[in-house]
């Protein structure tokens, strides 16, 4: 069995060589602006250290792979276009869009750059795949966290292009490319903005009997002296309604697909892709390496069951819709 290629976050160049020294294929990152859905502060990359990191991974054997996935401003594109343009000047493994536009400007105005489409466009269905593949030349679509491993087999035999999967980290729970609960709160987009609950807006309260976690002044959670205090988010709020109190859309909990790598490898997925640009140096080592060791155990026909909980959030972990169990 081939081995999947294991995509990794690089959020800060220290990111980045811990990733590719650990094992990674490939990694992934954005440039320190509003045009990847990363757009935090202390995060992401200038063009020179973007020129350094192609060098390390090259001399290494791995690939670099620059993330433009959100979308531009009506009649203000200047920033996308210039970040692609520096990835043609750069000479990136793959440039990852989810914009029509910029992908059709990429196709044109750079036709030898590699193009893969970001999760952001939300693409889940063969008509819509082929129609990226046939008019912008897209080579492989990173797919939303919605189809099960059945799902993804059946597309894989409908389409021209690889698929790569998320295989570990955070869960979002609305449709990717579609998320407006953060910019409805705060005025910042995910989609538009690459920011999805912005530190700014931020803010933890100890009430004496717990902490308060709110965001842009909403109180999103409440936790108790002994609970583990998570990063507000509305999709991952804790609210209360009449008597009852819990997780309106997702609790706390993050995906991990190690179990199940054989069975993306024969429903013909090429790629997978751990999410955690935001996260640290030591998170990305120990994540990265457990990964190397389930693909090269799953390509060896084995299957490797991995002890990551304590990197999850709320600790623990969720095979999510690949197995849609609820169902």
Same mark, same amino acid.
């Given at each position: 069995?081939?081995?999947?290629?294991?995509?990794?976050?690089?959020?800060?160049?220290?990111?980045?060589?811990?990733?590719? @020294?650990?094992?990674?294929?490939?990694?992934?990152?954005?440039?320190?602006?509003?045009?990847?859905?990363?757009?935090?502060?202390?995060?992401?990359?200038? +063009?020179?250290? &973007?020129?350094?990191?192609?060098?390390?991974?090259?001399?290494?054997?791995?690939?670099?792979? &620059?993330? %433009?996935?959100?979308?531009?401003?009506?009649?203000?594109?200047?920033?996308?276009?210039?970040?692609?343009?520096?990835?043609?000047?750069?000479?990136?493994?793959?440039?990852?869009?989810?914009?029509?536009?910029?992908?059709?400007?990429? +196709?044109?105005?750079?036709?030898?750059?590699? &193009?893969?489409?970001?999760?952001?466009?939300?693409?889940?269905?063969?008509?819509?795949?082929? &129609?990226?593949?046939?008019?912008?030349?897209?080579?492989?679509?990173?797919?939303?966290?919605?189809?099960? %491993?059945?799902?993804?087999?059946?597309?894989?035999?409908?389409?021209?292009?690889?698929?790569?999967?998320?295989?570990?980290?955070?869960?979002?729970?609305?449709?990717?490319?579609?998320?407006?609960?953060?910019?409805? %709160?705060?005025?910042?987009?995910?989609?538009?903005?690459?920011?999805?609950?912005?530190?700014?807006?931020?803010?933890?309260?100890?009430?004496? @009997?717990?902490?308060?976690? +709110?965001?842009?002044?909403?109180?999103?959670?409440?936790?108790?002296?002994?609970?583990?205090?998570?990063?507000?988010?509305?999709?991952?709020?804790?609210?209360?309604?009449?008597?009852?109190?819990?997780?309106?859309?997702?609790?706390?909990?993050?995906?991990?697909?190690?179990?199940?790598?054989?069975?993306?490898?024969?429903?013909?997925?090429?790629?997978?892709?751990?999410?955690?640009?935001?996260?640290?140096?030591?998170?990305?080592?120990?994540?990265?390496?457990?990964?190397?060791?389930?693909? @090269?155990?799953?390509?060896?026909?084995?299957?490797?069951?991995?002890?990551?909980?304590?990197?999850?959030?709320?600790?623990?972990?969720?095979?999510?819709?690949?197995?849609?169990?609820?169902?």
């Amino acid at each position: 069995m081939k081995a999947l290629e294991l995509v990794c976050p690089a959020g800060t160049p220290a990111a980045l060589r811990v990733a590719v @020294d650990a094992g990674a294929d490939a990694v992934y990152m954005g440039f320190r602006d509003e045009t990847n859905a990363r757009n935090f502060p202390g995060l992401n990359f200038s +063009r020179d250290e &973007l020129a350094e990191a192609l060098d390390y991974a090259h001399a290494r054997g791995a690939m670099v792979f &620059l993330a %433009v996935n959100t979308y531009a401003r009506a009649g203000d594109d200047a920033p996308w276009r210039a970040a692609i343009r520096s990835a043609s000047d750069l000479g990136v493994d793959a440039l990852i869009l989810a914009d029509i536009g910029l992908l059709a400007h990429a +196709r044109d105005t750079y036709p030898d750059l590699r &193009l893969h489409l970001s999760v952001q466009a939300s693409a889940s269905n063969a008509e819509a795949i082929n &129609l990226y593949s046939h008019r912008f030349g897209v080579k492989r679509v990173v797919l939303p966290r919605v189809l099960t %491993v059945p799902e993804i087999a059946k597309l894989n035999r409908e389409i021209e292009v690889e698929t790569e999967v998320f295989a570990f980290g955070g869960m979002c729970p609305m449709a990717e490319g579609r998320c407006t609960l953060s910019s409805y %709160v705060t005025g910042k987009s995910p989609n538009r903005n690459g920011v999805c609950s912005p530190a700014s807006h931020v803010s933890y309260v100890d009430d004496g @009997d717990g902490l308060t976690s +709110r965001l842009a002044g909403f109180t999103i959670n409440r936790f108790g002296q002994t609970e583990q205090a998570g990063y507000p988010t509305l999709c991952k709020g804790r609210f209360k309604a009449g008597s009852d109190t819990g997780y309106l859309f997702e609790e706390p909990t993050s995906l991990d697909i190690s179990t199940i790598l054989p069975d993306l490898a024969r429903a013909g997925v090429t790629a997978l892709k751990i999410e955690g640009r935001q996260r640290g140096k030591a998170y990305v080592k120990k994540v990265v390496e457990e990964f190397r060791r389930a693909v @090269d155990t799953a390509a060896a026909g084995g299957r490797a069951r991995l002890d990551l909980a304590g990197l999850s959030e709320g600790q623990q972990n969720t095979t999510g819709a690949y197995a849609k169990k609820w169902m």
